[in-house]
């Protein structure tokens, strides 16, 4: 087994709102008022191994892209450790952190939110590596011809705006601004979702492509599954902040544990389903700001049983690899124990 | 049985600085009542502004400048405004993606929804009320009721959409446009959507226009597909027939593109180049300048052949189709 790159053991990212002048005044008077807290993540454990593409999957608000910038370093943790390379971040000198800081790279979902309007992309791409010390000034020029040929873009569009760019054009400038640093993990977040079909097939095989050549880890965050589903090793499902469920991206397919991964897995669209009929899940996802007591999923859970508003249940192994969050996989293995006398 | 919608050699264009944009450019389909047509294509196709055009809803500085839309025989285009209201809403209904643009956040759910009864039926306000209530409840919101006095920012995005879907049933109208109308939701509330759109559509016999970029949902919803490029359907068929042995090679492209038929972790086979800009698309077939069976005939605009299953296409993939 290869070398573990980054690793998070318990991590915790909340986000509270202060009251307000009129809020606190209420509360002085009497008013059951409290802050609200959004509990975007919520005590999550996940390595990435060198060079290994690990999907992060779940719907909107389940907390995947905050884990993304937290793993990044883009956002300070509530609580819980990071390691890179096996050191505490914490404990990381003022140049170790700079290293891993240029060594983890953000891809974002709209590259005309992240790049800059008003700079050329000589500028948006060069301006990094230039104040790194990656390379000098005079040669930012032919650096940056080189990244933007290594993403399949013409070199000799280096002058342009990013307004003169189609939205594909536009994902690989952010790609080439990611590479410009040298980076050894790339955090995707959504990076192909706003990608018309054709243009989207493009881009993953450009992913794959950089990371044959470069030996790239990715972490790549999609809600879209058949995308993730092509490109991953392993897979993640997150579920309102906590991780149910990993497995290498086999298993994850084809013999979900969790009964929220079988719920999504089903309710997929696909191109090779006609007219199907749709079994869908109940309900709504919660509010992170209320998160359900004991297992996150049981007000929707087809198969809820008496411990699943109670206890939360722990992201625990089932097999090699493959590790899920579910009170049924002790019921399981206690009834196995239990044999005869059941 | 004639079909509920005709639309034929529609043309919109609109006006600009940079020349004139032939948004939709000589487009032709029908719908049956209970089908589901599912208006496939990527972003700038033109499939959305063919559902405006339909509905009326195109403004200056575009213009439906040519073609005949006919709704259960009578044509749309150039109709005067006045019987162009009593058609929408009530016989035409629209699903938008954000169902904010057909909500008016100041207003609660129960003013709206009896507004738009009474807009169209004489019947007396407890009686909409009475309806909007109903409708909610067949779209699946739990205690309608309660859910009437609430507001649009009360609601999850999923349940603004079925409101805006129950809006679009409350006159039981014979065609419903829907664009993008699950794009913008998560997978299983997109299911639960889905559940309910193809039951709704077989029960009352409603004729759909699924407007969309996802093939994956087409796929699972529509009985029937149109493949739009550059304006114009490019393919248009039974969905087994367009989605499994497509004559066109865009539509090719454009399944063998997606991820899902793809071997996990082979290169995937993207259609090469990208969409011409709409104010300078090739002459003759548009996507000649990325199909790899162009040749110079290419260059001249290819017929619409084959019924029920046709495709404007020099070169089509079909064994035993002349070219």
């Known amino acids: 087994m290869t070398a573990t790159l980054i690793e998070g053991r318990g991590l915790v990212r909340r986000f509270s709102r202060g009251l307000d002048a009129a809020e606190k005044l209420a509360r002085v008077l009497g008013a059951n008022i409290s802050e609200e807290t959004v509990h975007a993540v919520e005590g999550v454990d996940i390595a990435i191994r060198q060079g290994e593409v690990l999907g992060l999957v779940g719907e909107s608000g389940c907390g995947k892209s905050t884990l993304g910038r937290l793993l990044a370093g883009l956002l300070p943790l509530t609580e819980g450790t990071l390691l890179w390379q096996g050191k505490d971040v914490a404990s990381l000198s003022r140049s170790e952190a700079l290293e891993m800081r240029l060594a983890v790279q953000v891809i974002f979902q709209d590259p005309m939110s992240s790049l800059n309007p008003r700079k050329r992309v000589v500028d948006l791409v060069g301006e990094a590596p230039r104040v790194h010390g990656l390379v000098r000034a005079g040669e930012v020029d032919d650096y940056v011809a080189e990244l933007l040929e290594k993403v399949g873009l013409d070199p000799s569009y280096r002058k342009r705006y990013p307004h003169q760019f189609s939205g594909g054009q536009r994902q690989r400038i952010g790609i080439a601004r990611a590479l410009a640093v040298k980076p050894r993990l790339i955090v995707c977040d959504e990076s192909v979702s706003a990608l018309d079909v054709s243009i989207q097939a493009q881009v993953i095989n450009l992913f794959m492509d950089l990371r044959e050549e470069l030996g790239l880890t990715y972490l790549f965050i999609s809600h879209d599954l058949s995308v993730v589903k092509h490109i991953s090793d392993r897979v993640a499902i997150m579920y309102l902040g906590r991780v149910v469920e990993t497995a290498p991206a086999d298993t994850f397919f084809a013999a979900p544990n969790h009964p929220y991964t079988a719920a999504l897995l089903r309710e997929l669209p696909s191109v090779k389903e006609r007219r199907r009929d749709f079994t869908p899940i109940r309900g709504e996802i919660p509010s992170p700001l209320h998160p359900p007591s004991g297992c996150a999923f049981h007000p929707r859970c087809p198969r809820i049983f008496t411990p699943c508003a109670q206890a939360r249940p722990a992201l625990e192994p089932i097999a090699d690899g493959h590790l899920s969050a579910c009170h049924l996989n002790q019921a399981a293995a206690v009834s196995l124990t239990a044999g005869g006398s059941a | ?323």
């Open chain 2, 1 to 323: 049985m004639i079909p509920v919608l005709v639309v034929e050699n529609l043309e919109t264009q609109f006006a600009s600085s940079a020349g004139l944009v032939r948004a939709v450019d000589g487009v032709s389909f029908s719908v049956d009542r209970g089908e589901i047509l599912g208006l496939v294509g990527e972003s700038g196709s033109g499939k959305s502004i063919t559902g405006f055009s339909i509905l009326g809803l195109i403004e200056p500085p575009g213009r439906v400048a040519g073609g005949r839309i006919l709704f259960q025989g009578e044509d749309l285009v150039g109709l005067p405004t006045e019987r162009l209201r009593r058609l929408r809403g009530k016989k035409i209904a629209m699903i938008f993606q954000d169902p904010m643009m057909t909500l008016n956040p100041v207003l609660s759910i129960e003013t709206q929804m009896v507004e738009a009864v009474l807009a169209h039926d004489a019947v007396s306000r407890e009686e909409a009320r009475v309806r909007s209530r109903d409708a909610l409840g067949l779209v699946g919101i739990p205690s309608p009721e309660e859910r009437l006095k609430a507001y649009p920012h009360q609601f999850s995005g999923g349940m603004r959409q079925r409101v805006a879907i129950a809006i679009a049933l409350l006159h039981k109208p014979d065609l419903i446009i829907a664009d993008e109308p699950t794009t913008a939701l998560d997978v299983t509330i997109q299911g639960q959507i889905l559940f309910e759109v193809r039951r709704l559509a077989s029960e009352f016999g409603m004729a759909l226009i699924w407007i969309s970029h996802d093939l994956g949902v087409v796929a699972s919803l529509a009985d029937r597909i149109a493949v739009m490029y550059a304006g114009r359907i490019v393919e248009t068929g039974a969905t087994d027939d367009v989605l499994d042995r497509p004559a066109h090679p865009y539509t090719r492209g454009l399944m063998e593109a997606l991820p899902a038929n793809a071997m996990r972790g082979e290169r995937l086979h993207p259609i090469p180049g990208l969409s011409p800009s709409p104010l300078a698309r090739p002459a003759g077939c548009a996507f000649r300048t990325r199909c790899f069976a162009a040749s110079e005939v290419c260059k001249q605009e290819p017929k619409q052949q084959g019924s029920g299953h046709s495709f404007r296409c020099h070169h089509p993939l079909l064994p035993g189709v002349a070219a």
